[in-house]
């Protein structure tokens, strides 16, 4: 699998592979040893070579903030694959499809079928890697119909939900 990570503005490459043991990584092309377990919800426990950290996540509004010790960092995570062929709609008028944004499970539904959301409202998390992502609506709406449930697995792109 393969990210495209921004850090504070700063583009980086991530290339992960499940190897017997653990992880494999790449960091922009380079070997770095990782080791990574989902320590609570919203906190990572990292191991990159001898050093350990503990990550932590933390979600303003829109953006997403990552906490290791005391440092802040701000941050994008992309599968530069799942852009491809992708269409952003530029208007709210009609139903907009929520799809998933990686492989992963769903391990929560936020809303039910008929609630009414604002844009940018959590709707369903996804979990990937062991890490939850939260996908949004893109608009201000009614869920229209909830097409997943709770432990479903899911491929990037497929829908999750409608909003109309």
């Given at each position: 699998m393969t990210y495209d990570v921004t850090i504070d503005g700063k583009t980086h490459r991530l290339e992960l592979d499940h190897a017997e043991a653990g992880w494999s990584c790449r960091l922009d092309g380079r070997e770095v040893?990782?080791?990574?377990?989902l320590?609570?919800?919203?906190?990572?426990?990292?191991?990159?070579?001898?050093?350990?950290?503990?990550?932590?996540?933390?979600?303003?509004?829109?953006?997403?903030?990552?906490?290791?010790?005391?440092q802040r960092f701000s941050a994008e995570?992309?599968?530069?694959?799942?852009?491809?062929?992708?269409?952003?709609?530029t208007d709210e008028q009609g139903p907009k499809k929520l799809t998933a944004p990686m492989p992963g499970k769903v391990v929560r539904i936020l809303v039910a079928q008929g609630a009414v959301i604002e844009a940018g409202a959590g709707v369903i998390v996804v979990e990937a890697m062991k890490m939850q992502n939260e996908v949004k609506s893109p608009?201000?709406?009614?869920?229209?119909?909830?097409?997943?449930?709770?432990?479903?697995?899911?491929?990037?792109?497929?829908?999750?939900?409608?909003?109309?």
């Open positions: 040893p990782v080791d990574a377990v320590a609570r919800p919203d906190v990572l426990s990292l191991r990159i070579g001898n050093r350990a950290f503990e990550v932590k996540c933390e979600r303003v509004g829109s953006e997403t903030h990552y906490w290791v010790g005391s995570v992309r599968d530069p694959r799942s852009l491809r062929g992708r269409v952003r709609a608009k201000k709406g009614t869920i229209q119909k909830i097409l997943v449930s709770t432990g479903a697995a899911v491929n990037a792109g497929d829908v999750l939900a409608i909003v109309e």
